[in-house]
């Protein structure tokens, strides 16, 4: 069954808050069967993958990891809906780059909205400066493409902005986990309290009903991208 499954019921349970032996009792088996389930030492029945969807109230494909949705649904550009002001709803007759574009947008609406919940003017200035710069690489690697595009459009010289740039994503990275951390690094009030990014799977499909499966669904991608490099 993968080590999705097994994942995945072990970070269902933590977000519903209970034990692994008030979850066994609840599911009908023993305390050991289900350590194993959630360590993916043993494979369960579908009786059972039946039984826990149920349980957590969510569908057997999320369950399976066939889908980033806790309700099962697998996205089309479609369905997705579109960044806030957006107009281009089809990109140039183009489907790939209007889903990508559409999972990263709501992703961030998501993501500026829990900064906003906790407005620390350092953190969000970090986590912008990162997003802005791996954008900015990206765009300079494929306007440099182009070989009749002027390369004074930017002023660090081509030879130095990828290692420039990384070494500032780097920075940025780093004074992002310091303050959130609580560290003091000299940019305003040091960040106390975290509890507004408190957040489960479930909290987000209900705070968020347009955004929350783009996100998922980015994630999912994301981590099928960081697999590849084990």
Known sequence: MGSEFSRIITLLRKEKGVTQKQAAAELGVSQALLSHYEKGIRECGLEFVVRVA???????????????????????????????GARDGVYRGSILPTFNKKLISNSLNILYDKLNACPNAGLVREISNYLMLAVYKMFRLVYSAGPKNASSMFSVRQSLYGGYSDAAMHTAEANVRAILAGEDIGQGTPLKDTSSFTMTTESLSRDYPLYSTSLLNLIKTSESLVDKEK
């Not at 369950?63 to 980033?68: C, I, K, V, W, Y």
């Not at 949705?69 to 996205?75: E, K, Q, V």
């Open 54 to 84: 149920d349980y957590y109230g969510v569908s057997c494909d999320y369950l399976l990891g066939r889908s980033a949705d806790r309700s099962g649904l697998t996205l089309s550009v479609e369905e997705i809906p579109n960044p806030e």
